[in-house]
């Protein structure tokens, strides 16, 4: 997508998820991806993992096991938008992916704002005092956390991301 396109005015938000069931988050990224998995209920995220990114037969192996293994019910992938609310290059990586893991473990997805979950996961693994090297061990999948409890506080999960 344009870096121009707006992201509330965006149709393409994914599929809506059930109200229901465990719900995975995704913090996309080229080398990781950041895993978080509510309760059934969808009142509390909790870390999973970061999962270091193998190629896609591995990846989607993996992606596939964990939702099986936690009967995940859909997916929320954290989408990368500008402060403005404009999707970027990164927001369409995203999207792809999303599209992907739809694809690979047979679940809805939808997409998430992410502005501000590293800002909000590194400050959070800096005042739990852990040594540079856990804190990058753990970013991801505190992001991941961030971006699945955002969804699930929100009032309107029908929004989409960006939307005020």
Request: proline share 4%; net charge neutral; with cysteine.
């Amino acid at each position: 997508m344009s870096d121009s396109s707006n992201v509330h005015a965006s149709s393409a938000m994914g599929d809506a998820l059930p109200t229901s069931g465990r719900l995975l988050g995704l913090d996309y990224g080229s080398k990781r991806i950041g895993i978080a998995v509510s309760t059934p209920e969808q009142n509390i995220a909790s870390p999973l993992e970061n999962y270091t990114r193998q190629g896609q037969e591995s990846d989607a192996r993996r992606l596939a096991a964990i939702a099986k293994e936690y009967a995940a019910v859909g997916i929320v992938v954290g989408l990368p938008v500008h402060m403005s609310g404009h999707e970027s290059q990164k927001s369409g990586e995203a999207r792809e992916f999303g599209r992907w893991v739809a694809t690979v473990t047979g679940l809805p997805v939808c997409y998430w704002d992410e502005r501000h979950t590293s800002l909000m996961a590194e400050a959070h693994l800096l005042s739990a005092e852990l040594t540079k090297k856990k804190r990058k061990s753990r970013m991801d999948m505190v992001a991941a956390v961030f971006i699945l409890q955002s969804y699930l506080d929100a009032t309107d999960r029908e929004r989409g991301p960006g939307a005020m």
